[in-house]
């Protein structure tokens, strides 16, 4: 506990940290103020139905996303997914199509351009989402007594604007954080979402077991316990590496001797962190784009499926989902080919490996194998919610057992916590745990 007070203490010290600390702080509390924000001409006293609608189901998902702004009808309704959707039909377009491969490397300039292309193709998805969002809010306060007149009216003309302009907004908000900020200003921003609900279901949950017959606290303390297990076994997920042994030859410059150490290449179990869950995530809520919030009732049983969270097809296509993005964003983010060249220039080699070509063929071999059993882990936690759901877990519960919630949780909050600890150690002050153990981060989770 002395340790903790002292790091805090350390952390004001730092004028810059301090200062991004704070300036994060301000863009969170902008964005929880917006989110309460209701859009006009919405009574918030008829929005009772919708509440009930975001309880269960995909639904319940998506107002996690976007921190509870989903069910109040906020001006933040539609939340970042758009712009997430967005991201991953870019990075896709990345591989099929040359010209975004021609400004993949291009550098910083390829990389602002494609920046500009996934905006722009984020405001044509609010564009699409933002009526069917209105048709939905209609319904749902019909129920009540109080619908909506949806149509080519200036209701709809202008809560389309103001939705789009909000998750534009809030798009803006994850950008600032990521230069003026703490960093990795979009993950921040849906891991701001999640954490607002965690305290309304822990305590819905205590509050139903309390009033269980037959050993309510004692189940409420086992799923207590499990919980900080799945918490750990994420943290192991997330963090877990194979090291690759690298002897450098030695080089005699002047009167100098250079190299003739061994190092290792730190390949991450897990290098693509939660994003492969946050890009499934946001593929499974095509169904709801699909036929518009408002027919979920009466559209088919294929759509009322994978709308339903706890159902065996949409697990099952979930964890396929999160296993081939895995392949995909571990093949974007690390290259083999590239790894054998930086060796071979700074004379450094693999044991019993020739450098060049077969060098960057084990690399390859040693991350297919690797990433298998990450990936395959990696979407067993995913579906964790749901067998918990299925065990009596209530549903708002249920999703920090695992799932895109929990792993999101658990990723953001080490890299922004190593983030920290870099500061603090290029200060020269400790870190949060003792010398030798520092957190070890992915570095590289913002969009």
Request: charged share 10%; net charge positive.
């Amino acid at each position: 506990m002395k340790k903790f007070i002292t790091t805090i203490k350390n952390i004001w010290k730092i004028e810059d940290l301090r200062s991004r600390l704070l300036t994060t702080l301000l863009f969170v509390l902008i964005y929880r103020f917006g989110s309460f924000i209701v859009l006009p001409g919405i009574d918030p006293t008829a929005l009772t139905a919708l509440h009930d609608q975001t309880r269960g189901g995909l639904l319940a998902l998506l107002d996690m996303f976007s921190g509870g702004a989903f069910s109040n009808a906020s001006i933040f309704a539609l939340g970042i997914m758009p712009y997430i959707s967005a991201s991953i039909v870019v990075q896709l377009l990345g591989i099929a199509i040359p010209y975004f491969q021609k400004l993949q490397q291009e550098g910083e300039s390829g990389r602002n351009k494609m920046n500009q292309i996934t905006r722009y193709l984020t405001v044509a998805i609010l564009l699409f989402q933002g009526p069917s969002y209105l048709v939905n809010l209609s319904v749902q306060m019909s129920q009540v007594g109080t619908p909506l007149e949806i149509g080519l009216n200036w209701f709809t003309i202008s809560s389309t604007i103001i939705l789009c302009a909000g998750s534009m907004f809030v798009m803006w908000l994850g950008e600032r954080i990521t230069d003026k900020g703490i960093g990795n200003g979009i993950s921040f921003i849906i891991l701001i979402g999640i954490i607002a609900r965690f305290p309304s279901a822990i305590i819905q949950e205590f509050m139903s077991r309390l009033g269980d017959a037959g050993g309510g606290l004692i189940v409420f303390l086992a799923e207590i316990i499990l919980l900080l297990v799945v918490f750990a076994i994420a943290i192991m997920l997330v963090q877990g590496t194979r090291k690759i042994p690298v002897q450098y030859t030695k080089r005699i410059v002047g009167n100098k001797q250079y190299g003739g150490v061994r190092q290792f290449i730190p390949l991450k179990v897990n290098a693509a962190n939660v994003m492969p869950i946050i890009f499934a995530q946001a593929i499974m809520f095509i169904p709801i784009s699909i036929v518009g919030f408002s027919h979920s009732e009466s559209a088919g049983r294929f759509v009322q499926t994978f709308m339903d969270n706890t159902s065996f097809w949409y697990n099952f296509v979930f964890a396929l989902l999160i296993i081939l993005f895995t392949y995909f964003y571990t093949a974007v983010i690390i290259n083999p080919t590239q790894m054998a060249e930086h060796l071979k220039l700074n004379n450094g080699f693999i044991p019993g490996v020739k450098p060049g070509k077969k060098t960057a063929e084990y690399i390859d071999t040693i991350m297919s194998r690797i990433t298998l059993p990450g990936s395959l882990f990696l979407a067993f936690v995913a579906i964790l919610p749901a067998f918990a759901h299925i065990c009596g877990v209530s549903q708002a519960f249920s999703q920090f057992f695992g799932g895109t919630s929990l792993l999101i949780m658990v990723g953001v909050i080490l890299d922004t916590l190593s983030q920290i600890e870099s500061h603090l150690l290029m200060r020269h002050y400790d870190g949060f745990f003792d010398s030798g153990m520092q957190i070890k981060g992915r570095g590289a989770m913002a969009y």
